[in-house]
């Protein structure tokens, strides 16, 4: 077994409710897990421009995956000072966060695309107006979505034009993953292989084996769950369109935020961690 473990958990449709984002009943959840000292790692396509006010809201002092596997953020001194693996050495510092790149910058995606027009709304380059209409949030909130550093979103009418387009981006050497709405363009790069990444950096410092419950309700979650110990897949609209070749695999009965609530305690009853406070 292991010493301990890290939560990892996908936001939209995970932890926040699909169709309003709703999250205070994980609330406690939260806190629990904090005060048992099990970081909750967050996981998502979000942006750092989004995931940096709600690690604030959620009161999460933890390193955080961003677009999709493409970057790890990493809280000032978190890591003890004598800690200094090869892997975080000289990394830039982005408001308070040490930024460890693990897909590529946005400009060469930026200039693929200017070459190959794609006939698809790209996130980052559309309107604010239409991209409330798109994605369902607020002003504020669509504008740290559209804030993309390392990936870029293209929402296509034509599966057909999708389809062509991906293959051209793949031989290009571009990744491309299937979200719940949108086609993301990125490097070689996904959410499983950032998990390890940080797992290794957390045992690495603290000389403890790491197990990981993993919590997921899309596709572009299947490299992350595929590698947990305990997947939970969370249901919301996109759980019944893929399913998971896992032996552990949890299903919840509900939707986030009581969904993830579900799938935390049904794993912790699968494992030797308690969720009771010592």
Request: net charge negative.
């Amino acid at each position: 077994m292991f010493d301990t473990c890290l939560v990892v958990s996908d936001m939209d449709g995970t932890l926040l409710n699909h169709h309003d984002y709703q999250f205070k009943a994980a609330l406690p959840m939260l806190e629990r897990l904090e005060d048992l000292k099990i970081p909750v790692i967050f996981n998502t396509s979000k942006t750092f421009a989004e995931l940096k006010d709600w690690v604030a809201l959620l009161n999460n002092r933890h390193p955080f995956i961003v677009e999709n596997g493409s970057a790890i953020y990493i809280p000032q001194n978190y890591f003890p000072h004598n800690f200094q693996p090869e892997i975080l050495t000289g990394l830039k510092y982005e408001s308070g966060y040490q930024v460890l790149l693990t897909g590529i910058d946005i400009q060469p995606i930026k200039e693929f695309l200017k070459s190959q027009k794609p006939d698809a709304i790209d996130l980052t380059q559309c309107s604010l107006e239409q991209a409330v209409e798109i994605t369902g949030l607020s002003g504020s909130d669509a504008t740290a979505a559209q804030n993309r550093k390392f990936s870029v979103p293209l929402l296509f009418h034509d599966a057909l034009q999708q389809q062509e387009f991906s293959d051209q981006a793949i031989r290009a050497g571009f990744g491309i993953l299937k979200g719940g709405r949108f086609l993301h363009v990125l490097g070689r790069c996904d959410k499983g292989q950032s998990m390890q990444v940080l797992k290794s950096l957390y045992e690495d410092c603290y000389k403890k084996k790491y197990g990981i419950i993993v919590l997921g309700d899309s596709p572009n979650d299947i490299a992350m769950l595929q590698q947990a110990d305990v997947p939970v897949i969370v249901k919301s609209p996109s759980s019944a369109s893929f399913a998971l070749d896992h032996p552990a695999t949890i299903v919840t009965q509900s939707e986030a935020p009581e969904g993830w609530v579900e799938g935390i305690e049904t794993a912790f009853e699968r494992i030797n961690i308690t969720l009771e406070q010592e």
